[in-house]
């Protein structure tokens, strides 16, 4: 079989999905079909996640049971509770929520039943339980009293309750709901593909979902809108923008926020946020935050060079300032983009597991071939062996590398 390289895998399609589709040239993005602005604009969380893992939209009663479902079950159990307190509170919350994903499968008995019907039932559980990983782990962090699930609430307003023990208002709900939203799918990203290869080795939906949370947390994925609320806390002011964005771009670091392995095109996330953003930074009194924000993208989109290569504003640009205004401290800021995301990885895993075949590409082995093993005894420290990376070099130079194959 002919082997095609393909680093990063940009140009290579590796599984067929039903749940969103992406037009990176010309900027679009939807959920089974419907068009991710009118979805922020007229669905919630509940029903964006019902949509996606149904493929149409749901009737009424069909949204009210899915609604009390994930109500139902967001509670957490006692003892996984403790288990979070052992945490250390200097743990990074992301990485206390990859712990506390992986815990939840120890209280699920039905964790290792991949049947359909079980991984639905445990998706529900993951998407409803997120939240309140992550508000359990915050306020214990902080030595506060923890904040029992309210089944009344909407999936956005429990999480804003859980977190601050106070009643969010509608804008609040509102706006956490959208972001949720907004980032409940895209395609098949690096934590969802990475969902995806755990799954389709027959492993099961905690596996799949603990890989995942741990490949959101990079900064050239989902941590990059921690980086640009604290790139804008950094800058502090709307007259210093200028200097520090065209220094950063002088010495050709990356703007954390922009950029897309997909979209070479505004990503349509981006575009409504940015309205959205504007409204809530104007109503919890951080307008000057998002007139920074705005600077930025204006001498972002300035650069020809930039332009060339279809840098544009991505979700996390606008969606940092959002977290800002609802109050969430920014080391929460990628937990949130995870609790949405629970939604999409969920739905590929089972979707992966309807049509499975194991994901296992190829490497391109770049090291010697056919050495004589020496006994211990006789071996000397040569320079080219010491390191992966120092041989890897060495043998950038040496005749004929194939792919390897287990
Ligand atoms: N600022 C300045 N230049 C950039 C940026 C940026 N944010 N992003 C890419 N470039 C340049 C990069 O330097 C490279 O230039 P050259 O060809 O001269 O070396 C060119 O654009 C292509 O970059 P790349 O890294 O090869 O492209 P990629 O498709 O592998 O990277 C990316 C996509 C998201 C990792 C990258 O754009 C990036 O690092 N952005 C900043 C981090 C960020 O905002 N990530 C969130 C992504 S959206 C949310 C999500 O899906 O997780």
């Not at 699920?108 to 309140?132: C, F, G, H, M």
């Not at 959002?322 to 939604?343: E, I, K, N, Q, W």
């Amino acid at each position: 079989m002919p082997l095609n390289i393909d680093k990063g895998l940009a140009g290579t399609v590796a599984a067929d999905t039903a749940l969103s589709f992406i037009d990176g040239a010309k900027g679009v993005l939807e959920y089974a079909g419907y068009d991710i602005d009118s979805l922020a604009r007229n669905s919630t969380f509940e029903e964006s996640t019902w949509l996606l893992w149904n493929g149409r939209l749901p009737t009424a009663a069909e949204l009210t049971a899915f609604t009390a479902s994930l109500q139902a079950c967001s509670d957490l159990d006692p003892r996984l509770i403790e288990l979070i307190r052992g945490i250390p509170k200097t743990t990074a919350p992301m990485d206390a929520l990859r712990t506390s994903v992986s815990a939840l499968g120890h209280f699920d008995p039905e964790a290792d039943d991949n049947s359909p019907e079980a991984n639905r039932r445990k998706a529900l559980r993951l998407v409803a339980r997120t939240p309140a990983l992550i508000a359990v782990f915050d306020r214990l962090r902080k030595g506060k009293p923890l904040v029992a699930p309210d089944r009344s609430l909407s999936v956005a307003g429990n999480f804003l309750w859980m977190l601050t023990g106070a009643r969010p208002t509608a804008a609040m709900e509102k706006a956490l709901d959208v972001c949720l939203v907004l980032h409940a799918d895209h395609g098949l990203n690096a934590s969802t593909f990475a969902a995806r290869v755990t799954i389709a080795t027959q492993s099961d939906l905690y596996s799949a979902a603990t890989t995942a949370v741990g490949t959101l947390k990079g900064p050239l994925h989902g941590g990059a809108n921690q980086e640009v609320m604290e790139m804008l806390l950094e800058i502090g002011d709307l007259s210093k923008v200028d200097g520090y964005i065209k220094e950063k771009l002088a010495r050709k670091e990356r703007i954390m926020g922009f950029g897309h392995r997909v979209y070479k095109a505004y990503d349509p996330r981006a575009t409504y946020l940015k309205t959205f953003a504007k409204q809530v930074a104007s109503d919890t009194g951080n307008l000057a935050l998002y007139e920074m924000s705005r600077r930025i993208e204006e001498i972002v989109l300035a650069q020809p060079n930039l332009i060339e290569k279809g840098i544009f504003p991505n979700v996390d640009f606008y969606s940092a300032t959002t977290y800002y205004s609802l109050g969430l401290d920014l080391d929460l800021f990628t937990c949130v983009f995870a609790a949405s995301r629970m939604s999409g990885w969920a739905g590929h895993c089972i979707e992966q597991l309807a049509a499975n075949k194991l994901i296992r590409p190829h490497a391109d082995y770049t090291g010697p071939h056919g050495l004589r093993y020496a006994p211990i005894g006789e071996r000397a420290v040569s320079a080219t062996s010491s390191t992966i990376p120092s041989a890897r070099q060495a043998m950038s130079v040496a005749a004929g590398s194939n792919a390897s194959s287990m």
